[in-house]
T-cell receptor, first 112, second 117 residues
């Protein structure tokens, strides 16, 4: 079964606006990551937040993690047309095998 | 530039054929993964391997097998391809193996789009 569910499935905004994507997961985790996928290509790692962290920033990206609610959010500020892509959350399990499972993704369109 | 290379970008196969998808990484990573990606379903983990000759089932292993004879190479095998295995297949690797502490950041290949007719 899918570990993460993302919301919304699709998001369309104007350039310059902020984009917020949410991720919910089911089991205990060691860390949560966000990845980006441009159309038809492999995924690229954006940012990682550990289970003992609540918020993390990287450039225009801000990630929050609420382990009590088993949820995370990714905020992209001042969006650009080049941010148009699909965004996925991924969870690393707390077991020993380093399994990483992904959510269903949010498709973001930034209109110039 | 570190890389994960998937041998075929596009493949077309017939139902019942045996299909091999190859993945090679040059980063000396411990872990390797195979996912399939379908619209609306995101990425689903098929198998992963945390060491040579070691493998673990993911969430959807049925109809697939894997082989990891060398650290850098992880193969996905469809013993008898079926039309419901038409999909994008993504290989990834990460540095941390079994029992290692830290966070596993994945590096992905470009993907192999398989069509089974």
């Amino acid at each position: 079964s899918q570990q993460g569910e993302e919301d919304p499935q699709a998001l369309s905004i104007q350039e310059g606006e902020n984009a917020t994507m949410n991720c919910s997961y089911k089991t205990s985790i060691n860390n949560l990551q966000w990845y980006r996928q441009n159309s038809g290509r492999g995924l690229v790692h954006l940012i990682l937040i550990r289970s003992n962290e609540r918020e993390k920033h990287s450039g225009r990206l801000r990630v929050t993690l609420d382990t009590s609610k088993k949820s995370s959010s990714l905020l992209i500020t001042a969006s650009r047309a080049a941010d148009t892509a699909s965004y996925f959350c991924a969870t690393g399990d707390s077991g020993g095998y380093q399994k990483v499972t992904f959510g269903t993704g949010t498709k973001l369109q930034v209109i110039p | 530039d570190v890389k994960v290379t998937q041998s075929s970008r596009y493949l077309v196969k017939r139902t019942g054929e045996k299909v091999f998808l190859e993945c090679v990484q040059d980063m000396d990573h411990e872990n390797m993964f195979w996912y399939r990606q379908d619209p609306g379903l995101g990425l689903r983990l098929i198998y992963f391997s945390y060491d040579v000759k070691m493998k673990e089932k993911g969430d959807i292993p049925e109809g697939y097998s894997v082989s990891r004879e060398k650290k850098e190479r992880f193969s996905l095998i469809l013993e008898s391809a079926s039309t419901n295995q038409t999909s994008m297949y993504l290989c990834a690797s990460s540095p941390l193996g079994q029992g290692k502490s830290g966070a596993n950041v994945l590096t992905f290949g470009a993907g192999s789009r398989l069509t089974v007719l």
